[in-house]
């Protein structure tokens, strides 16, 4: 199997780190009407806990209220009149709003596949926009919705979309599937919840958007998709949520997720590709691996567990200084990255990684065509 056609659409709206923790602060004290503090000292707050401009430089986002200047103005978050932001109900509606726009522009400017795998862990809302999209195509196009699974969202529809290809007795003959990542994470923010591990949330999500396609013909530019791999961490399912509230979804987070994906991505690797009959300790020395950049030190263990050197995950500090955690869109935003790099040869083995609630450690092994 093999994935090509990578088409990424850069939300509207840019901040840069410093900007977008300003505005932060400024929703935090609005919306925190019982406490004292003051703007600067939520901002120092932030800059204490959040992601630090040194390792994100900016964020991109499809809601407009980090442009607005009056709070009243804002769509999702008119904090002086609701100190959370609006409910849930509204934020999906924005969200179907934007996501139908973006794939109606996907869908101008290229051909529907066979099948359409929609990855989404931000908004859900049927029909989707994906079905309002593929019912416009002159031929059928089956449309599958691969939700809720977070940052790791890749690789549960990757597995989808090769097992679509390879049941030809079962599906019929499948020739190409798309995958449409479509995440605006900055829609599940709540300004009335002031702590520290909200704090550092709210410091590295932002927004995404990225479609692609894998099928059976190998194209000219492209990766071959040799493994895929998954696995659940035990005694770790309190560590990271992703939870319905009133407001939107919410997110917990434990400070320790970084150590417990370094302690065990060692064996997580060796067992899956030794296990699989690859040479493990030429991928090590030869690979160039995409880490899903969920914050700074989630790289930092991969790269000290895995005796990497620094340029095998620069690709991964540069799309987190560059965008941000985009959850399930940004390891796809990685993989059309490396595409487009020419210093990366055709034939370099690209082993990624994402991570999610369960703990859930996804791997895959592909080579740059």
């Known amino acids: 199997m093999y994935l090509e056609n990578f088409h990424s659409i850069q939300p509207p709206y840019q901040k840069n780190q410093h900007e977008c923790l300003e505005w932060l602060s400024e929703a935090h004290k609005l919306a925190q009407k019982k406490q004292g503090f003051s703007q600067e000292e939520y901002l120092k707050m932030l800059q204490r806990v959040g992601c630090p401009e040194t390792q994100i430089e900016k964020r991109y986002f499809f809601i407009p209220d980090v442009e607005k200047s009056r709070w009243e103005d804002k769509p999702i978050y008119p904090v002086k009149e609701s ?4 409910s849930m109900h509204r934020r999906h509606e924005y969200y179907h709003k934007i996501v139908t726009e973006l794939f109606d522009r996907i869908y101008s400017e290229r051909a529907f596949p066979d099948d359409l795998i929609h990855v989404s862990c931000t908004g859900y ?12 195509s002159a031929t059928p196009v089956t449309v599958t919705h691969s939700y809720h699974m977070g940052c790791y969202g890749a690789f549960p529809a990757l597995r989808m979309a090769s097992g679509f290809l390879a049941n030809e007795s079962i599906l019929g003959k499948k020739k190409t599937v798309d995958l449409v990542h479509t995440e605006l994470c900055s829609l599940h923010l709540n300004p009335e919840d002031p702590t520290l591990e909200q704090m550092v949330i ?4 932002a927004d995404g958007c990225i479609a692609y396609s894998m099928s059976h013909d190998q194209p000219k530019s492209g990766f071959k998709v040799l493994s895929l791999y998954e696995e659940l961490l035990p005694n770790t399912t309190g560590a990271m949520e992703w939870m319905v509230s009133d407001w939107g979804m919410k997110m917990t987070l434990s400070k320790d997720v970084p150590m417990m994906v370094g302690d065990k991505i060692r064996d997580f690797t060796y067992r899956w590709l ?3 009959g690859y040479d493990v300790a030429s991928i090590m020395k030869n690979g160039l691996f995409a880490v899903h950049p969920g914050g700074p030190k989630i790289i930092d263990q991969t790269l000290k567990h895995l005796e990497l050197t620094e340029p095998q995950v620069s690709h991964s500090r540069q ?3 560059q965008r941000g955690n985009m959850s399930s869109a940004t390891l796809p935003h990685l993989w059309e990255q490396i595409l487009r790099d020419d210093s990366v040869p055709s034939g370099t083995p690209i082993i990624s990684y994402a991570f999610g609630p369960g703990l859930t450690v996804c791997g895959s092994l592909m080579e740059k065509l």
């Open 319 to 321: 799309l987190l200084r």
């Open 83 to 86: 100190s959370h932001g609006v």
């Open 274 to 276: 030794s296990e699989r």
């Open 202 to 205: 709210q410091s590295l999500f």
């Open 125 to 136: 809302i049927s029909p989707s926009a994906a079905q309002m999209t593929a019912v416009k």
